[in-house]
């Protein structure tokens, strides 16, 4: 957080303002329910990255999860991550979701 010096003063930048926590998009697809009601989806710029629930909100749960470790393991390794560019277009019936994800 800034601190500030004199009542008037501007507020002083720290390492911290200078370095923001990384965002990444997570590009989702998710399939319409199936015979027994599961939703399954998967993330369209991240390959291997798949889940399947009850509720939209279970799936996005999952995914938003392995795509935090998938990209913040290669984050910590100094690794590029391996996005799909470009990502995967969503099939008949599907529909997209884009969620911003912090490390």
Known sequence: MSEM????????????????????????????????GMIAGRTANLP?????????????????????ETVSDCHQRGEDVPFVDPPEPAGDGEVERFIPVHL
């Open 5 to 36: 010096t004199e009542s008037n003063d501007l507020p002083v930048l720290t390492p911290q303002d200078l370095n923001p926590v990384p965002v990444f998009n997570c590009h989702v697809i998710l399939g319409p329910p199936d015979h027994r």
């Open 48 to 68: 291997n990255i798949s889940a399947q629930g009850a509720t939209e909100r279970d799936v996005l749960t999952s995914l938003m999860k392995q795509f935090k």
